[in-house]
């Protein structure tokens, strides 16, 4: 397809509803993503795939969803918006494994917490005409799963949208008004940017409350029967996937380890303080702390992103 075809297609759909829009892994993300999209309006079709044959039986009897395929490459035939809800590590195979059935004016997004290796890598794995735009909806919960999945989920969440330069402005255009249809805060952002913050404000944060955890693990485990509520919600997000927080790690390393960097020398500060009885000191990083915390916009509901 020419270019000016391909514009026409991305301009057909602007901006009332996607014909038909494909979610691959309708887990906690992707599930939710179809039923916010049927509540709201945002595509006259939805289908979905699967390899479980549980999640598919279950997606085929929501009112959200008018189809459900065992192999993605079927699900993406028609659609012209396709978002990619599996694990980071999958994203990139998939969407090479798909990539020959995407019709010229399709865009394709992802929900993946890490950006930099996905975006620059998909530029090399879509057919001409066809738009890859990363996206990572500040959206999820220690649960997974279809059975987890809430309408209101993205609701008052932050959403990166993570264009290149070379990135159509159109399907990125695109791409930030659907998930503002989705009623969530939308920031584009260099890809590489992201992976910064989010190694920040989201990553080493549920590192700490699992390394807490497993630390607290190694003193008696009779101690636990006494905690309270504090140490429930420090570790609350412990609770996720390890093996999902695996992936996150190796693919966000560099800034993961900036962070912890970082965060060590805070708490020398503080082991310092107290070894040295600078009470003062002490106060201060706790003043420091508090004052962040009271900052922290409120969250719409208990659950966190990943």
Not at 15 to 39: D, E, K, N, R
Not at 56 to 82: G, I, N, T
Not at 87 to 98: K, Y
């Amino acid at each position: 397809m020419h270019k000016d075809s391909t514009v026409s297609a991305l301009r057909a759909f602007q901006w009332s509803v996607f014909q038909t829009v494909t979610i691959i892994g309708p887990g906690l993300l992707g599930a939710s993503a179809g039923m916010a999209m049927h509540a709201n309006g945002l595509a006259k079709r939805v289908v979905c795939s699967t390899r479980r044959v549980e999640t598919r039986l279950a997606c085929e009897q929501a009112a959200w969803c008018d189809a459900a395929y065992a192999d993605a490459s079927d699900a993406v035939v028609d659609a012209d918006f396709v978002i990619i809800c599996t694990p980071v590590h999958t994203i990139l195979p998939l969407l090479e494994a798909v990539g020959r059935n995407l019709k010229p004016g399709c865009i394709v997004t992802d929900v993946g917490s890490t950006k930099g290796l996905i975006v620059r890598g998909a530029r090399g794995l879509v057919p001409a005409g066809v738009h890859f735009v990363g996206s990572h909806p500040m959206a999820g919960s220690e649960k997974s799963g279809f059975a987890a999945a809430q309408m209101d989920l993205f609701q008052g969440r932050a959403c990166f949208v993570t264009p290149l330069p070379d990135t159509d402005s159109e399907a990125a255009a695109q791409v930030v008004k659907f998930w503002r249809r989705m009623e969530m805060t939308v920031e584009s952002i260099d890809p590489e940017r992201h992976d910064e913050i989010v190694a920040n404000i989201s990553h080493l944060p549920h590192l700490l409350a699992s390394t807490l955890a497993a630390y607290l693990d190694t003193r008696p485990h009779p101690w636990r029967d006494f905690a309270g509520g504090g140490l429930r919600d420090t570790t609350r997000v412990a609770a996720g996937d390890p093996q999902m927080w695996k992936e996150i790690t190796e693919q966000n390393a560099e800034e993961i380890l900036r962070a912890i960097e970082g965060f060590e020398q805070e708490l020398q500060a503080l082991a310092s303080a107290i070894r040295n009885g600078q009470g003062f000191s002490i106060q201060s990083i706790l003043e420091r702390g508090q004052a962040y915390r009271q900052r922290l916009q409120p969250r719409p509901s208990d659950y966190d992103s990943a």
